[in-house]
């Protein structure tokens, strides 16, 4: 089963941009779907964009479509979701979720704060 460890979250301006990382390992990464949820307090876990393994198709949800970009390096074996135009309401932990057939798993998710 794929491990998946999250970075480059971190307190930003409203505007600004960040670019979160979720590195995986095993040699099976490749073969996963990979996801970016985010959580922000008191609220559910919402997904908000995801890439696929076969062909790195994309898929955003209209909370960062336009803002957000979702891209894999199979190579490094990591996954980026580029943001930018970062608004308060973006605030929360970001996890990235992996999926192959059966197999799932989840990183320990990294804190992104929008607040000046």
């Known amino acids: 089963q794929v491990q998946l460890v999250e970075s480059g979250g971190g307190l930003v301006q409203p505007g600004g941009s960040l670019t979160l990382s979720c590195a995986g390992s095993?040699?099976?990464?490749?073969?996963?779907?990979i996801g970016w949820f985010r959580q922000a307090p008191g609220k559910e876990r919402e997904g908000v964009a995801c890439?696929?393994?076969?062909?790195?198709?994309?898929y955003y949800s209209d909370s960062v479509k336009g803002r957000s970009t979702i891209s894999r390096d199979n190579t490094k074996r990591t996954v980026y979701l580029q943001m930018t135009n970062l608004k308060p309401e973006d605030t929360g932990v970001y996890y990235c979720?992996?999926?192959?057939?059966?197999?799932?798993?989840w990183g320990q998710g990294t804190q992104v704060t929008v607040s000046s």
């Open positions: 890439i696929s393994a076969i062909d790195s198709s994309t």
């Open positions: 979720h992996a999926a192959w057939g059966t197999e799932t798993s």
């Open positions: 095993g040699d099976s990464f490749n073969y996963y779907a």
